[in-house]
């Protein structure tokens, strides 16, 4: 049974880099028919994607945080990461990591999620 | 590109159908059949309870159906029971030029 749990810190201060890392069980990068994602949640709102990497390494990235972020794996740990610089409070919001369904762009796996508060 | 559209909320008696409306443009809904669903209730993770437009991973209700016309994919909930009160999303492929993927804001259905 495949299980994804994010870990991290729960508060940022502004203009610094929010670091999330995932926790893979259950399953192997490797598998080509899936990818890795970041989705958040801003409180009481809608979902929004951050970005996938996929098994070969190749990452892809919502235009509007582009600029901002980068999706990394650790094969060795089992782990993919999220990191978010400069950020401000209209960054604080639910992180969720998961894996997507390569043939359909869909999720079928979520982590339970991580609130993280931007705030000095 | 914009987030798709759905409806705010929506509400049924127990027994119910109710259909939850996901409005996009020719560049994603209307061009690709690849628009997935999601339950969310307070406080959880979202749960994909339908994908590829009609399908269903294993483990969800048949009571779940989706379908797709023109740039509007819809979910209906037949047989309404007190548990499927939450939140819904749809999210669509939107090709590689932009955004790639793009969820709609979400419906809150309320069971009377």
């Known amino acids: 049974q495949v299980q994804l749990q994010e870990s991290g810190p729960g508060l940022v201060k502004p203009s610094q880099t929010l670091s999330l890392a995932c926790t893979v069980s259950g399953d192997s990068f490797s598998s080509s028919g899936y990818f890795w994602t970041w989705i958040r949640q801003h409180p009481g709102k809608g979902l929004e994607w951050i970005g996938y990497?996929?098994?070969?390494?190749?990452?892809y990235y919502n235009p509007s945080l582009k600029s901002r972020v980068s999706i990394s794996v650790d094969t060795s740990k089992n782990q993919f990461s999220l990191k978010l610089s400069s950020v401000t409070a209209a960054d604080t919001a639910i992180y969720y990591c998961a894996r997507g369904v390569y043939s359909y762009f869909g999720v079928d796996i979520w982590g339970h999620g991580t609130t993280v508060t931007v705030s000095s | 590109q914009s987030a798709l559209t759905q409806p705010a909320s929506v509400s049924g008696s127990p027994g119910q159908s109710i259909t939850i409306s996901c409005t996009g443009t020719a560049s994603d809904v209307g061009t690709y059949n690849l628009v997935s669903w999601y339950q969310q209730h307070p406080g959880k993770a979202p749960k994909l309870i339908n994908y590829?437009?009609?399908k269903r991973p294993s483990g969800v209700s048949h009571r779940f159906s989706g379908s797709k016309s023109g740039n509007t994919a819809s979910l209906t909930i037949s047989g309404l029971q007190a548990e499927d009160e939450a939140d819904y999303y749809c999210c669509s492929y939107a090709g590689n030029s932009g955004t790639l993927v793009l969820f709609g804001g979400g419906t809150k259905l309320t069971v009377l």
């Open positions: 990497i996929y098994y070969s390494g190749s990452t």
């Open positions: 590829e437009g009609s």
